[in-house]
């Protein structure tokens, strides 16, 4: 008796010992061909009408699988809406996918009450597909956690700020899809530096330092239950600048030895064509307008003088032709009225009198002479 229970012990150790080998077993297939390979958001709070667009981060072993993103609650129900192979099938869904990042990127638009559930998928040939369950809560109102823009842009050792909006509560943290997250008031991410400013009410501002080319991905502000996907690009940093901020001032100098002949670099000689260009255009419109300013103000002195000529040769035309004359008219004095002169005539001999004929009647000289009888004298 005691010898069965022993075999019975032993068999059932031994079949345990089986199972766990078989569960690890099928622990590291699944995670070979990555089960649980498709990494996405859970939770994402939008507004009516807006649109979102969700990031899906797949297995490296996926990336010439066919993505789709699969509307319903349950997955067994749910009904494909677009796919990599079909990205134009609606105008409200599209569909891109990036291979060298493993990450597709699906778009709705013109959110509405009935986009709430959605499954990021991959298909697999001879098998089941992979899936990952993401649920979008649509408000009309202000969303829980929103960004102004979900697309940033950076430049390779520069920094780059976030400013995630929220109205719910809970833990607030910076993660990169798929990487690793920052929870304090600083960190760093892939060697990208990360603070966390949350000095402002109902705002935490992200701000990336050290940027690199290896910056470049999608990261998720997450506050409590939801996260809000913002993309980062990051570009190398320019080398040349605007033609209209780069000036070059040359001294010329006789040289003191053999001049030594280099080369143009292809930015100096573009900005040199652009300038020759310019100066080419500014040049005969300067002068044009410098010609028609001239042309203007000749014709204006030009008409000036005419009508200065036309005034002058008016007045002496009228000079010319009107005599003025003043007539005094004088009315010829009554005899009665006329002066009376008394003269002593003396008789020596009596002279005739003859009226003098008047030249004219402006020479014409009235008189009147009165003889009076000399009265004697009287003696006493």
Avoid at 79 to 94: A, C, D, L, W, Y
Avoid at 105 to 120: G, M, Q, R, S
Avoid at 269 to 275: A, G, Q
Avoid at 300 to 320: D, G, M, Q, V, W
Wanted: hydrophobic share 35%; glycine share 6%.
């Amino acid at each position: 008796m005691i010898s069965l229970a022993v075999d019975w012990l032993m068999l059932f150790s031994c079949t345990l010992t089986d199972m766990a080998v078989h569960l690890g077993f099928l622990l590291i297939l699944n995670g070979l061909i990555g089960i649980h390979s498709i990494t996405a958001v859970s939770k994402v709070s939008v507004r009516a009408g807006d649109s979102i667009t969700i990031p899906c981060l797949y297995g490296s072993q996926y990336r010439n699988h066919v993505k789709y993103l699969c509307k319903g609650y349950y997955w067994s129900f749910c009904s494909e809406v677009v796919k990599t192979n079909q990205p134009h099938s609606s105008g409200k869904f599209s569909i891109s996918d990036d291979k060298t990042q493993r990450i597709f990127n699906v778009t709705i638009k013109a959110l509405t009450n009935d986009d709430t559930d959605y499954w990021c998928a991959v298909e697999i040939n001879q098998g089941g597909d992979i899936k990952k369950y993401f649920h979008l809560s649509v408000a009309r109102g202000t969303p829980s956690l929103y960004v102004d823009h979900q697309e940033m842009t950076g430049f390779n050792g520069d920094s780059v700020t976030i400013s995630c909006k929220y109205t719910t509560a809970g833990e607030m943290k910076w993660c990169r899809l798929g990487g690793n997250c920052v929870t304090g008031s600083s960190g760093s991410i892939d060697g990208t530096t990360v603070t966390i400013n949350s000095s402002v009410r109902n705002v935490f501002i992200v701000t990336m330092s050290g940027l690199t080319t290896q910056s470049s991905g999608w990261y998720l502000c997450v506050k409590g239950d939801f996260q809000m996907p913002v993309h980062v690009t990051v570009n190398d940093t320019p080398t040349t600048t605007s033609l209209a901020t780069r000036r070059h001032f040359t001294t010329l100098s006789p040289p003191a030895g053999p001049v030594n002949l280099t080369s143009v670099s292809p930015d100096e000689t573009l900005n040199s064509s652009v300038s020759v260009k310019l100066m080419s255009y500014i040049i005969p419109l300067s002068v044009l307008i410098f010609i028609v300013m001239m042309t203007l103000f000749i014709w204006f002195l030009c008409k000036r003088n005419k009508h200065t000529e036309e005034e002058s040769s008016a007045t002496a035309t009228a000079e010319e032709v009107l005599t003025y004359t003043t007539v005094k008219h004088e009315r010829k004095l009554d005899q009665a009225e006329a002066e009376v002169t008394y003269s002593n005539v003396k008789y020596t001999k009596k002279p005739s009198h003859k009226r003098s004929v008047a030249k004219s009647d402006e020479e014409v000289t009235y008189s009147s002479v009165v003889t009076t009888k000399q009265q004697p004298v009287q003696r006493f």
